[in-house]
């Protein structure tokens, strides 16, 4: 089946520091991705939707300044948490849509834990 | 609006126990997919099944099936003599095929299953 990377898989930042992480699908192109969060013990919520060459749609309550996405590939896009803060630590996931069709596939998530 | 409800949150059997996870779902298009995915405690999604609004056939993998019933709105999944291995969050999840292609997941529910 189709595969999807992220990296870093987990990470420990200092409050105040950016933080860049990348999904990558590997054997297939992607022109839209999309990310997740999920807070410990609860479902996931999609953070935003991700378009190869295009600004990012971002759901209600998600601020685009501070998660910026850029999807500069077929295969790569990018979530950089700005100025993290320890409410932001989470549990980070994108998927990626197989162009098309509706399947999608995730990536094994990102935790992002901030001091 | 579209919704997943998983009335369940946790449930906990012992090994070789049938189990039934709940899913109901609000959707007033007529065209969506319905998934249901494993969470272990890695955190990693593992994709279990889609379904498409047009096929109702239940399904059969192993141990494992599901149960998809329009008049009802509901897709639940039945896993029979559960293992321990078994043990996990599942997740209910409802694709929209014309609002992007965003999944809207359900809250989960934990499966324990002890020895």
């Known amino acids: 089946g189709a595969v999807v990377s992220q990296h870093p898989s987990w990470v420990i930042c200092k409050s105040g520091t950016s933080v860049k992480i990348e999904c990558r699908s590997l054997?297939?192109?992607?022109?839209?991705m999309f990310w997740y969060r999920q807070f410990p013990k609860q479902s996931l919520m999609l953070m935003a939707t991700?378009?190869?060459?295009?600004?990012?749609?971002?759901e209600q309550g998600v601020e685009k300044d501070k998660f910026l996405i850029n999807h500069a590939s077929l295969t790569l896009s990018t979530l950089t948490v700005t100025s993290a803060h320890p409410e932001d630590s989470s549990f980070y996931i994108c998927?990626?849509?197989?162009?098309?069709?509706?399947?999608?596939?995730f990536g094994p998530g990102t935790r992002l834990t901030v001091l | 609006a579209q919704k997943v409800t998983q009335a369940q949150t946790e449930i906990s059997v012992v090994e070789k126990e049938d189990v039934t996870l709940d899913c109901v779902y609000e959707?007033?298009?007529?065209?969506?997919?319905l998934f249901w995915y494993k969470q272990p405690p890695s955190g990693e999604l593992v994709f279990l099944i889609r379904?498409?609004?047009?096929?109702?056939q239940n399904e059969i993998s192993g141990r494992y099936s599901w149960n998809f019933q329009k008049s009802t709105s509901s897709f639940n999944f039945t896993i029979t003599a559960s293992q321990v291995v078994d043990s996990a969050v599942y997740f209910c999840a409802l694709l929209i095929s014309n609002s992007g292609y965003a999944l809207n997941f359900g809250k989960g529910t934990s499966l324990l299953v002890t020895p």
């Open positions: 054997d297939f192109q992607a022109t839209t």
């Open positions: 959707t007033r298009d007529t065209t969506y997919y």
């Open positions: 379904r498409n609004s047009f096929d109702e």
């Open positions: 991700s378009n190869e060459g295009s600004k990012a749609t971002y």
């Open positions: 998927s990626a849509k197989l162009s098309g069709s509706s399947e999608q596939f």
